[in-house]
Nanobody
Framework: QVQVVESGGGLVQAGGSLRLSCAAS????????MGWFRQAPGKEREFVAG????????MYADSVKGRFTISRDNAKNTVYLQMSSLKPEDTAVYYC?????????????????WGQGTQVTVSS
């Protein structure tokens, strides 16, 4: 089973940038889709971005399109989420997840390994 650990969260002012990293362990990482989700206090976990196993197909939530970029380096077993033009409403705990299959999906049930999460706080 693939395990993942997120890093890179923190406090940033509105308009700023952060890059999240997700380090994965496990032999099947490079044939699985990967996703980023987030959960704000009092809200349900929501899809942010996903990438298929080759890195050639990506998917984004409408709320982050044009501001966030997901990428992966299979040689390093790592997935990244570059976040720019951050807004206070981006404040949440961000989770990395390993897909059950190679294709990217937006629903949590399509993922079967989750990290502990990393806090992102955007101040106004």
């Amino acid at each position: 089973q693939v395990q993942v650990v997120e890093s890179g969260g923190g406090l940033v002012q509105a308009g700023g940038s952060l890059r999240l990293s997700c380090a994965a362990s496990g032999r099947t990482f490079n044939i699985r889709a990967m996703g980023w989700f987030r959960q704000a206090p009092g809200k349900e976990r929501e899809f942010v971005a996903g990438i298929n196993w080759t890195g050639q197909t990506t998917m984004y939530a409408d709320s982050v399109k044009g501001r966030f970029t997901i990428s992966r380096d299979n040689a390093k077993n790592t997935v990244y989420l570059q976040m720019s033009s951050l807004k206070p409403e981006d404040t949440a705990v961000y989770y990395c997840a390993v897909g059950k299959a190679a294709g990217v999906a937006q629903v949590p049930v399509a993922y079967d390994s989750w990290g502990q999460g990393t806090q992102v706080t955007v101040s106004s």
